[in-house]
């Protein structure tokens, strides 16, 4: 059932959305084209309308309204579109014997050891004082320059080899080479240090002619490390994905093609696309914060009946909605940490976990049985293929989604999303049938009454 032209397309959104801003910005330019409007350029609100509601360039919130009254509830597809990565400090260059390096942060829940000796990209944003930005992406074309982060030869690994892996690689040695100089004998004279050309200062000659950025412009940047390079076919078949950032971007990108591409009904539907997941959901991007309910406010607001909080709370708590998540694809290599029984597989349709959390389930919103139910009859129906799974067995670990952050509306959630391997690492995998079937299930899903 792989649709081939939704993966290509799919393809190109992890291409060209490496960072939250990316993926938010490519969501609006399709919206747009398929007729929503800023809600803010909107005075009333009918059946049919498409609007949209963004922040900060970095959470964005889709709505086509539909002919009952909104009081009734919504159908939510709920993503983030945040991937773990590196963050760029807001004092980061230095040069360390004749080596320029950017010193980073790591964001999210990362292996740190998984992300030295990569060839590494730059995304993002630099704000200047003056009002004006700097939009920022090396590393992506091939005549763009790449970065990495260096290791220990084995030859001289054996202190390093003996510690654990959390430890051998530490989050301050994660900075990013950036740039060179050749030592001279001028090197040893201190008189002539003062004057001469350092690595440090070439590199910033060379960001303030191609940016026209100053060293201190970093204070006001936005500048995320990535893998360098495009998602690609893995496997001889061609079956499998490897691409960063599929979690959540694989969920995010079925749940707005689906939205954008649906009619309205009876229901009003809604994509939420949020930030920040992997740290939290905090933020004001996040869904932790009021960005969800601000928006819904100003669609309603724009109604007939007009803005009441009764009638938001009433929404709310009558909505149903998939927390579009990805989860654990079993891993043959590691077979011991899953519950095979209870496992997701690829190529085995989109997962549905009825609650997520760690261990005694916590964190986990805790799905009711009669929602799962409606919506196991709903795809049927379909024909999409969907497995009931957990992340991993009990006392491994675990994690969470933004499904109990909307279950405190009192709304039906359920996590629903596409099967990952190496979740988290650089480079992710995903299963073509399992992109596809997701964006069905999520079309089938707003159909729901």
């Given at each position: 059932?792989?649709?081939?032209?939704?993966?290509?397309?799919?393809?190109?959104?992890?291409?060209?959305?490496?960072?939250?801003?990316?993926?938010?910005?490519?969501?609006?330019?399709?919206?747009?084209?398929?007729?929503?409007?800023?809600?803010?350029?909107?005075?009333?609100?009918?059946?049919?309308?498409?609007?949209?509601?963004?922040?900060?360039?970095?959470?964005?919130?889709?709505?086509?309204?539909?002919?009952?009254?909104?009081?009734?509830?919504?159908?939510?597809?709920?993503?983030?579109?945040?991937?773990?990565?590196?963050?760029?400090?807001?004092?980061?260059?230095?040069?360390?014997?004749?080596?320029?390096?950017?010193?980073?942060?790591?964001?999210?829940?990362?292996?740190?050891?998984?992300?030295?000796?990569?060839p590494l990209a730059i995304?993002?944003?630099?704000?200047?004082?003056?009002?004006?930005?700097?939009?920022?992406?090396?590393?992506?074309?091939?005549?763009?320059?790449?970065?990495?982060?260096?290791?220990?030869?084995?030859?001289?690994?054996?202190?390093?080899?003996?510690?654990?892996?959390?430890?051998?690689?530490?989050?301050?040695?994660?900075?990013?080479?950036?740039?060179?100089?050749?030592?001279?004998?001028?090197?040893?004279?201190?008189?002539?240090?003062?004057?001469?050309?350092?690595?440090?200062?070439?590199?910033?000659?060379?960001?303030?002619?191609?940016?026209?950025?100053?060293?201190?412009?970093?204070?006001?940047?936005?500048?995320?490390?990535?893998?360098?390079?495009?998602?690609?076919?893995?496997?001889?078949?061609?079956?499998?994905?490897?691409?960063?950032?599929?979690?959540?971007?694989?969920?995010?990108?079925?749940?707005?093609?689906?939205?954008?591409?649906?009619?309205?009904?009876?229901?009003?539907?809604?994509?939420?696309?949020?930030?920040?997941?992997?740290?939290?959901?905090?933020?004001?991007?996040?869904?932790?914060?009021?960005?969800?309910?601000?928006?819904?406010?100003?669609?309603?607001?724009?109604?007939?009946?007009?803005?009441?909080?009764?009638?938001?709370?009433?929404?709310?708590?009558?909505?149903?909605?998939?927390?579009?998540?990805?989860?654990?694809?079993?891993?043959?290599?590691?077979?011991?940490?899953?519950?095979?029984?209870?496992?997701?597989?690829?190529?085995?349709?989109?997962?549905?976990?009825?609650?997520?959390?760690?261990?005694?389930?916590?964190?986990?919103?805790?799905?009711?049985?009669?929602?799962?139910?409606?919506?196991?009859?709903?795809?049927?129906?379909?024909?999409?293929?969907?497995?009931?799974?957990?992340?991993?067995?009990?006392?491994?670990?675990?994690?969470?989604?933004?499904?109990?952050?909307?279950?405190?509306?009192?709304?039906?959630?359920?996590?629903?999303?596409?099967?990952?391997?190496s979740m988290h690492a650089?480079?992710?995998?995903?299963?073509?049938?399992?992109?596809?079937?997701?964006?069905?299930?999520?079309?089938?899903?707003?159909?729901?009454?």
């Amino acid at each position: 059932m792989k649709n081939e032209s939704l993966i290509t397309d799919y393809k190109k959104f992890l291409d060209n959305g490496k960072t939250e801003r990316e993926c938010v910005s490519q969501i609006i330019s399709w919206a747009e084209k398929s007729g929503f409007r800023d809600v803010y350029k909107t005075d009333s609100l009918k059946a049919g309308d498409k609007v949209y509601v963004q922040k900060m360039n970095k959470a964005v919130a889709l709505f086509v309204v539909g002919s009952e009254s909104i009081e009734k509830g919504m159908n939510i597809l709920g993503a983030h579109v945040d991937s773990p990565r590196l963050d760029v400090k807001q004092n980061p260059l230095y040069e360390n014997n004749f080596l320029v390096y950017l010193n980073t942060h790591y964001y999210g829940g990362i292996k740190k050891y998984q992300w030295v000796t990569l060839p590494l990209a730059i995304h993002g944003v630099v704000c200047k004082k003056d009002g004006t930005s700097v939009q920022v992406c090396v590393g992506e074309s091939e005549t763009d320059p790449v970065f990495c982060i260096s290791d220990i030869l084995p030859h001289l690994a054996q202190k390093q080899m003996k510690e654990t892996a959390s430890d051998f690689i530490p989050g301050e040695s994660l900075d990013l080479i950036t740039g060179s100089s050749i030592p001279s004998k001028d090197d040893e004279n201190s008189e002539s240090k003062k004057d001469k050309i350092t690595a440090k200062k070439a590199i910033l000659a060379i960001l303030k002619e191609k940016y026209g950025i100053e060293e201190a412009d970093f204070g006001s940047a936005e500048l995320e490390v990535v893998p360098a390079g495009k998602a690609r076919d893995l496997g001889f078949d061609r079956s499998l994905i490897l691409a960063y950032g599929q979690d959540d971007r694989s969920c995010a990108y079925t749940s707005a093609r689906a939205l954008i591409e649906s009619n309205a009904g009876t229901r009003t539907n809604c994509c939420l696309c949020v930030d920040k997941e992997e740290i939290g959901s905090v933020g004001a991007t996040g869904m932790g914060s009021h960005f969800f309910e601000n928006a819904l406010a100003e669609v309603i607001a724009r109604l007939p009946f007009g803005y009441s909080e009764l009638s938001l709370r009433r929404c709310l708590a009558n909505c149903n909605m998939l927390s579009s998540d990805v989860n654990a694809a079993f891993d043959p290599m590691n077979a011991d940490l899953f519950d095979k029984e209870n496992a997701s597989f690829l190529n085995g349709g989109i997962v549905f976990n009825k609650y997520t959390g760690s261990r005694g389930k916590s964190g986990a919103s805790d799905a009711n049985p009669e929602f799962i139910a409606r919506l196991r009859g709903l795809l049927d129906k379909a024909g999409v293929t969907y497995q009931m799974a957990e992340l991993g067995k009990v006392d491994q670990g675990g994690g969470g989604t933004i499904a109990y952050l909307a279950a405190k509306y009192g709304m039906n959630v359920l996590d629903a999303g596409v099967p990952v391997l190496s979740m988290h690492a650089p480079w992710e995998i995903t299963a073509k049938e399992d992109i596809s079937q997701a964006y069905e299930a999520y079309k089938a899903f707003l159909t729901l009454e």
